[in-house]
Protein backbone atom coordinates (compact mmCIF):
# COMPACT_ATOMS: atom_id res chain seq x y z
CA UNK A 1 0.00 0.00 0.00
CA UNK A 2 1.01 3.52 -0.39
CA UNK A 3 0.28 6.40 1.63
CA UNK A 4 -1.87 8.69 -0.18
CA UNK A 5 -1.19 12.55 0.30
CA UNK A 6 -3.71 15.41 0.40
CA UNK A 7 -3.22 16.00 -3.52
CA UNK A 8 -3.61 12.78 -4.75
CA UNK A 9 -6.69 12.14 -2.61
CA UNK A 10 -8.48 15.32 -3.80
CA UNK A 11 -7.44 14.63 -6.82
CA UNK A 12 -8.99 11.15 -7.33
CA UNK A 13 -11.04 10.83 -4.46
CA UNK A 14 -12.95 14.47 -4.17
CA UNK A 15 -12.57 15.89 -7.89
CA UNK A 16 -12.39 13.34 -10.64
CA UNK A 17 -15.09 11.18 -8.13
CA UNK A 18 -17.49 13.85 -7.65
CA UNK A 19 -17.48 14.07 -11.54
CA UNK A 20 -17.49 10.52 -12.17
CA UNK A 21 -20.93 10.65 -10.37
CA UNK A 22 -22.52 13.23 -11.84
CA UNK A 23 -21.38 11.56 -15.01
CA UNK A 24 -23.05 7.97 -14.31
CA UNK A 25 -26.16 9.79 -12.98
CA UNK A 26 -26.46 12.09 -16.18
CA UNK A 27 -25.74 8.66 -18.71
CA UNK A 28 -28.48 6.65 -16.68
CA UNK A 29 -31.06 9.71 -16.85
CA UNK A 30 -30.34 9.82 -20.71
CA UNK A 31 -30.55 5.98 -21.32
CA UNK A 32 -33.54 5.65 -18.78
CA UNK A 33 -35.99 7.58 -21.14
CA UNK A 34 -34.93 5.47 -24.36
CA UNK A 35 -32.16 3.18 -26.03
CA UNK A 36 -32.24 4.47 -29.09
CA UNK A 37 -29.08 4.66 -31.24
CA UNK A 38 -28.81 8.33 -31.02
CA UNK A 39 -28.93 7.93 -26.81
CA UNK A 40 -26.34 5.59 -26.66
CA UNK A 41 -23.98 7.58 -28.95
CA UNK A 42 -24.18 10.97 -26.82
CA UNK A 43 -24.45 8.63 -23.35
CA UNK A 44 -20.95 7.03 -24.82
CA UNK A 45 -19.36 10.11 -23.91
CA UNK A 46 -20.20 9.87 -20.49
CA UNK A 47 -19.35 6.44 -20.46
CA UNK A 48 -16.29 5.93 -21.87
CA UNK A 49 -15.04 8.76 -19.04
CA UNK A 50 -16.53 7.33 -16.26
CA UNK A 51 -14.75 3.59 -17.38
CA UNK A 52 -11.61 5.58 -17.38
CA UNK A 53 -12.40 7.08 -14.04
CA UNK A 54 -13.14 4.46 -12.23
CA UNK A 55 -10.09 2.11 -13.48
CA UNK A 56 -8.40 5.17 -11.67
CA UNK A 57 -9.96 4.34 -8.42
CA UNK A 58 -8.71 1.03 -8.70
CA UNK A 59 -5.02 1.71 -9.32
CA UNK A 60 -4.46 4.56 -6.63
CA UNK A 61 -4.04 1.84 -4.11
CA UNK A 62 -1.39 -0.10 -6.17
CA UNK A 63 2.30 0.14 -6.06
CA UNK A 64 3.23 -2.03 -8.87
CA UNK A 65 4.39 0.55 -11.23
CA UNK A 66 3.87 -1.69 -14.42
CA UNK A 67 0.47 -2.61 -13.23
CA UNK A 68 -0.14 1.08 -12.17
CA UNK A 69 1.24 1.72 -15.58
CA UNK A 70 -0.62 -0.26 -17.57
CA UNK A 71 -3.93 0.55 -15.74
CA UNK A 72 -2.95 4.28 -16.47
CA UNK A 73 -2.61 3.71 -20.51
CA UNK A 74 -6.29 2.28 -20.09
CA UNK A 75 -7.44 5.05 -17.88
CA UNK A 76 -5.91 7.66 -20.67
CA UNK A 77 -7.61 5.77 -23.64
CA UNK A 78 -10.90 5.85 -22.15
CA UNK A 79 -11.36 9.24 -20.94
CA UNK A 80 -9.51 10.57 -24.31
CA UNK A 81 -11.64 8.54 -26.38
CA UNK A 82 -14.62 9.50 -24.84
CA UNK A 83 -14.73 12.85 -27.41
CA UNK A 84 -14.95 10.56 -30.19
CA UNK A 85 -18.67 10.01 -29.46
CA UNK A 86 -19.50 13.23 -29.87
CA UNK A 87 -18.11 13.75 -32.93
CA UNK A 88 -20.36 11.07 -34.19
CA UNK A 89 -23.24 12.40 -32.43
CA UNK A 90 -22.65 15.78 -34.21
CA UNK A 91 -22.41 14.46 -37.56
CA UNK A 92 -25.87 11.90 -37.22
CA UNK A 93 -27.23 15.31 -36.10
CA UNK A 94 -25.87 17.18 -39.61
CA UNK A 95 -26.40 14.56 -41.44
CA UNK A 96 -28.75 12.09 -40.01
CA UNK A 97 -28.39 8.56 -39.91
CA UNK A 98 -29.08 7.65 -43.42
CA UNK A 99 -25.54 9.20 -44.75
CA UNK A 100 -23.74 8.45 -41.55
CA UNK A 101 -24.55 4.86 -41.86
CA UNK A 102 -23.64 2.17 -38.34
CA UNK A 103 -21.12 0.84 -40.42
CA UNK A 104 -19.55 4.57 -41.67
CA UNK A 105 -19.79 5.26 -37.15
CA UNK A 106 -17.89 2.10 -36.64
CA UNK A 107 -14.99 2.73 -38.95
CA UNK A 108 -15.00 6.75 -37.45
CA UNK A 109 -14.85 4.67 -33.76
CA UNK A 110 -12.52 1.96 -34.92
CA UNK A 111 -10.04 4.52 -36.95
CA UNK A 112 -9.85 6.56 -33.79
CA UNK A 113 -9.78 4.12 -31.34
CA UNK A 114 -6.34 2.60 -32.96
CA UNK A 115 -4.93 5.89 -32.88
CA UNK A 116 -5.59 6.33 -29.12
CA UNK A 117 -4.44 3.09 -28.68
CA UNK A 118 -1.27 4.04 -30.26
CA UNK A 119 -0.20 5.81 -26.84
CA UNK A 120 0.73 2.15 -25.70
CA UNK A 121 3.98 2.56 -27.81
CA UNK A 122 5.44 5.06 -25.23
CA UNK A 123 5.34 2.67 -22.20
CA UNK A 124 7.73 0.44 -24.21
CA UNK A 125 10.07 3.42 -25.31
CA UNK A 126 13.71 3.28 -23.90
CA UNK A 127 12.74 6.09 -22.16
CA UNK A 128 9.11 6.58 -21.01
CA UNK A 129 6.13 8.60 -22.33
CA UNK A 130 4.83 8.23 -18.99
CA UNK A 131 6.60 7.69 -15.50
CA UNK A 132 5.83 8.13 -11.81
CA UNK A 133 6.48 10.42 -9.61
CA UNK A 134 7.04 9.73 -5.74
CA UNK A 135 3.05 9.90 -4.68
CA UNK A 136 2.81 7.42 -7.76
CA UNK A 137 0.93 10.24 -9.77
CA UNK A 138 1.53 9.58 -13.50
CA UNK A 139 4.20 12.31 -15.21
CA UNK A 140 3.90 12.37 -19.04
CA UNK A 141 7.24 13.56 -20.90
CA UNK A 142 7.35 15.94 -23.35
CA UNK A 143 7.19 13.59 -26.83
CA UNK A 144 3.62 11.45 -25.08
CA UNK A 145 1.86 15.36 -24.64
CA UNK A 146 2.59 15.84 -27.73
CA UNK A 147 1.62 12.98 -29.17
CA UNK A 148 -1.87 13.34 -27.22
CA UNK A 149 -2.24 16.96 -27.43
CA UNK A 150 -2.02 15.94 -31.42
CA UNK A 151 -4.53 13.15 -31.17
CA UNK A 152 -6.49 14.97 -29.47
CA UNK A 153 -6.79 17.82 -31.33
CA UNK A 154 -7.50 16.12 -34.35
CA UNK A 155 -10.47 15.14 -32.82
CA UNK A 156 -11.10 18.42 -30.93
CA UNK A 157 -11.11 20.99 -34.66
CA UNK A 158 -14.12 18.86 -36.61
CA UNK A 159 -16.06 18.68 -33.27
CA UNK A 160 -16.23 22.40 -32.53
CA UNK A 161 -16.74 22.62 -35.92
CA UNK A 162 -19.14 20.74 -36.64
CA UNK A 163 -21.07 22.30 -33.77
CA UNK A 164 -20.70 25.53 -34.85
CA UNK A 165 -22.20 24.03 -38.35
CA UNK A 166 -25.06 22.64 -36.21
CA UNK A 167 -25.86 26.02 -34.37
CA UNK A 168 -25.96 27.89 -37.67
CA UNK A 169 -28.20 25.21 -38.97
CA UNK A 170 -30.87 25.40 -36.47
CA UNK A 171 -33.57 28.22 -37.64
CA UNK A 172 -35.80 27.79 -34.38
CA UNK A 173 -34.87 30.89 -31.98
CA UNK A 174 -35.35 28.09 -28.92
CA UNK A 175 -33.12 25.07 -30.62
CA UNK A 176 -30.03 27.73 -31.21
CA UNK A 177 -30.45 28.76 -27.33
CA UNK A 178 -29.86 25.28 -26.02
CA UNK A 179 -27.43 24.39 -28.72
CA UNK A 180 -25.48 27.30 -27.09
CA UNK A 181 -25.33 25.42 -24.39
CA UNK A 182 -23.92 22.61 -25.50
CA UNK A 183 -21.11 24.20 -27.15
CA UNK A 184 -20.31 26.28 -24.06
CA UNK A 185 -20.52 23.36 -21.90
CA UNK A 186 -18.35 21.15 -24.66
CA UNK A 187 -15.35 23.67 -24.73
CA UNK A 188 -15.34 23.90 -20.81
CA UNK A 189 -14.63 20.10 -20.86
CA UNK A 190 -12.10 20.73 -23.13
CA UNK A 191 -9.77 23.76 -21.20
CA UNK A 192 -10.79 20.50 -18.64
CA UNK A 193 -9.22 18.07 -20.01
CA UNK A 194 -6.14 20.14 -21.40
CA UNK A 195 -5.27 21.30 -18.16
CA UNK A 196 -4.92 18.02 -16.98
CA UNK A 197 -2.45 16.96 -19.98
CA UNK A 198 -0.51 20.36 -18.94
CA UNK A 199 -0.80 18.83 -15.24
CA UNK A 200 0.43 15.93 -15.58
CA UNK A 201 3.28 17.28 -17.66
CA UNK A 202 4.36 19.95 -15.64
CA UNK A 203 4.02 17.44 -12.29
CA UNK A 204 4.02 20.39 -9.65
CA UNK A 205 1.94 19.78 -6.63
CA UNK A 206 0.39 23.34 -6.55
CA UNK A 207 -0.51 23.43 -10.05
CA UNK A 208 -1.95 19.45 -9.54
CA UNK A 209 -4.03 21.10 -6.52
CA UNK A 210 -5.46 23.94 -8.45
CA UNK A 211 -6.38 22.00 -11.45
CA UNK A 212 -8.05 19.00 -9.74
CA UNK A 213 -10.24 22.58 -7.86
CA UNK A 214 -10.98 23.95 -11.15
CA UNK A 215 -11.78 20.64 -12.87
CA UNK A 216 -14.57 19.86 -10.32
CA UNK A 217 -16.16 22.97 -11.70
CA UNK A 218 -15.34 23.07 -15.34
CA UNK A 219 -16.38 19.02 -15.47
CA UNK A 220 -19.76 19.24 -13.41
CA UNK A 221 -20.20 22.69 -15.26
CA UNK A 222 -19.70 20.93 -18.79
CA UNK A 223 -21.51 17.69 -18.66
CA UNK A 224 -24.54 19.10 -17.21
CA UNK A 225 -25.01 21.79 -19.70
CA UNK A 226 -24.25 19.87 -22.28
CA UNK A 227 -26.88 17.64 -21.17
CA UNK A 228 -29.49 20.34 -20.86
CA UNK A 229 -28.50 21.31 -24.11
CA UNK A 230 -29.02 18.06 -25.80
CA UNK A 231 -29.17 15.29 -23.52
CA UNK A 232 -32.99 16.41 -22.21
CA UNK A 233 -34.12 16.53 -26.05
CA UNK A 234 -33.00 12.99 -27.06
CA UNK A 235 -33.83 11.25 -24.01
CA UNK A 236 -37.92 12.35 -24.80
Known amino acids: MVELNTTRILTVFVAQGLVFAFFLFLAIKILKRDTKRLNIIFSGFYISAIIGSFINFIYVFLTDIPTILIL ?39 VYGIAMFCMIIFLFTPTPGVTLNVTLS ?99
Not at 87 to 101: M, Q
Open 72 to 110: NFITNFCIFYSPIFLLVFNLILLKSEKVITTGKQLIILI
Open 138 to 236: PVWSIEFFIYVLIVESVLIIPLLYLSFQIFRKFEDANLKKKWKFFIFGLCTLIIFMYGIFVSNTLDEATFRMIISGIGVILGLAGAYLMYFGVGRQIEK
